[in-house]
């Protein structure tokens, strides 16, 4: 089956615009959470989205922001770039959210890399 | 909160030898989950090893193991035989089972990049 596809794997842009990434989870999965990794600060969890609703948020300012589809698929925005965002976002997906099953492994996506200049 | 550390930034193995890379973490809470994720070059996280911390006995699968000291709050990963094919980052990870009903939130540790030699 189809892993989870993240659209677009590199993009530039420039300070002060704003980014858009897509996330498609594996089929089946409803729970899709986001993370930044950078060499400074590592993989720094972003939020958490289950059923449309966002679940849980880490320490970002509101410029990042994310939303879930009807389909499960899910989004995050960045405004207002800046240099510091310039990272590898990484996609995560999984069947339900939480559970101890131990079926319910938590799958990455390959990411997309995203430079600000 | 909860944190994750991994104090060694690099090891190195000969191939079919056998190398243990090692995490701590410190939390307050009793029920969690412990994983070990490899990110080879693409980038792409894989999972490794998880533990459950309710379970005393340690995980393992094929040629990774665990050695879960939950006193100690100490979570090392084993590999033996290495393989070419095991090089590459290596994350050691936490996630909370107390509020499991509305969270997937992984902490990560700072990583161990992991050199396969012939």
């Known amino acids: 089956k189809a892993g989870v596809t993240q659209t677009p794997r590199y993009l530039i842009k420039t300070r002060g615009q704003q980014v858009t990434l897509s996330c498609s989870p594996i089929?089946?999965?409803?729970?899709v959470s986001w993370y930044q990794q950078t060499p400074g600060q590592g993989l720094q969890f972003l939020f958490e989205?289950?059923?449309?609703?966002?679940?849980n948020k880490g320490n970002f300012p509101g410029r990042f922001s994310g939303r879930q589809f009807s389909n499960s698929r899910s989004e995050m925005n960045v405004s207002t770039l800046e240099l510091g965002d310039s990272a590898l976002y990484l996609c995560?997906?999984?069947?339900?959210?939480?559970?101890?099953?131990?079926?319910?492994?938590?799958?990455f996506g390959e990411g997309s890399w995203l430079t600000v200049v | 909160a909860q944190t994750v550390t991994q104090s060694q930034p690099e090891m190195s193995v000969q191939e079919a030898e056998t190398v243990t890379l090692s995490c701590t973490y410190d939390?307050?809470?009793?029920?969690?989950?412990l994983f070990w994720y490899k990110q080879p070059p693409s980038r792409q996280m894989i999972l490794v090893i998880r533990?459950?911390?309710?379970?005393?006995q340690n995980a393992t699968e094929n040629r990774f193991s665990v050695n879960f000291q939950k006193a100690a709050k100490s979570f090392s990963l084993k590999i033996s035989d290495s393989q070419l094919g095991d090089a590459a980052m290596y994350f050691c990870?936490?996630?909370?089972?107390?509020?499991?009903?509305?969270?997937?939130?992984?902490?990560f540790g700072t990583g161990t990049r992991l050199q396969v030699t012939l």
């Open positions: 995560a997906s999984s069947f339900r959210l939480g559970s101890h099953r131990p079926g319910n492994t938590i799958y």
């Open positions: 089929s089946g999965h409803r729970s």
């Open positions: 989205y289950f059923s449309e609703t966002q679940r």
């Open positions: 939390t307050s809470e009793s029920d969690y989950y």
């Open positions: 533990q459950e911390a309710y379970k005393q």
């Open positions: 990870a936490y996630r909370s089972a107390v509020n499991a009903g509305t969270a997937s939130k992984l902490t």
